[in-house]
T-cell receptor, first 112, second 115 residues
Framework: SQKIEQNSEALNIQEGKTATLTCNYTNYSPAYLQWYRQDPGRGPVFLLLIRENEKEKRKERLKVTFDTTLKQSLFHITASQPADSATYLCALGDTGRRALTFGSGTRLQVQP | DTGVSQNPRHKITKRGQNVTFRCDPISEHNRLYWYRQTLGQGPEFLTYFQNEAQLEKSRLLSDRFSAERPKGSFSTLEIQRTEQGDSAMYLC?????????????FGSGTQLSVL
């Protein structure tokens, strides 16, 4: 069955450092992958989308890579700030009728 | 506010009671999704609509759950004979299209507690 794995342990880093979060998947051939941010008690908020034929996507301090051979996406936040502290979810999608499938998320804590 | 709206924000009910949640999507979005999320987990897909047609239901969705989207606008999710295992955050999302356009806009959710 399809499986999406994100680090269940929280990631703690110092302000100003680069945070790197991992999303691995098995038994899936997604057409695209998305990253969302979720704050406590709120719904997820879309951040970035990357297609299967794209290796890397950037948006301001965010960078996403997508390696369909390794079946992995990496999500980077450079020059991290305490305001970046949240749970980050990856989600896989295809071009068919199926809805997005989410991973369990990784909690990021940026220490001042 | 033109975002996705969900009501109520919180619902406490006793086991065996029926509950209904409402979702108002972004007006021009034709797709509407329901997800369920428990603590420490990601959103789990329940069902989605394209306009008024229900296109997919999760195999995990018990027959106690039913969703409607009359006229392709707002949607309701009903849970009959609630069980303690139904306690979760129920999230609604909408999107403008399918495939690579499937960027979901989520509401703030309805937190259900079944006592």
């Amino acid at each position: 069955s399809q499986k999406i794995e994100q680090n269940s342990e929280a990631l703690n880093i110092q302000e100003g450092k680069t945070a790197t979060l991992t999303c691995n998947y098995t038994n899936y051939s997604p057409a695209y992958l998305q990253w969302y941010r979720q704050d406590p008690g709120r719904g997820p908020v879309f951040l970035l989308l990357i297609r299967e034929n794209e290796k890397e996507k950037r948006k301001e301090r965010l960078k996403v890579t997508f390696d369909t051979t390794l079946k992995q996406s990496l999500f980077h936040i450079t020059a991290s700030q305490p305001a970046d502290s949240a749970t980050y979810l990856c989600a896989l999608g295809d071009t068919g009728r199926r809805a997005l499938t989410f991973g369990s998320g990784t909690r990021l804590q940026v220490q001042p | 506010d033109t975002g996705v709206s969900q009501n109520p924000r919180h619902k406490i009910t006793k086991r065996g009671q029926n509950v209904t949640f409402r979702c108002d999507p972004i007006s021009e979005h034709n797709r509407l999704y329901w997800y369920r999320q428990t603590l420490g987990q990601g959103p789990e897909f329940l069902t989605y609509f394209q306009n008024e047609a229900q296109l997919e239901k999760s195999r995990l969705l018990s027959d106690r759950f039913s969703a409607e989207r009359p006229k392709g606008s707002f949607s309701t999710l009903e849970i009959q004979r609630t069980e303690q295992g139904d306690s979760a955050m129920y999230l609604c999302a909408s999107s403008l299209g399918a495939g690579p356009n499937e960027k979901l806009f989520f509401g703030s959710g309805t937190q259900l507690s079944v006592l």
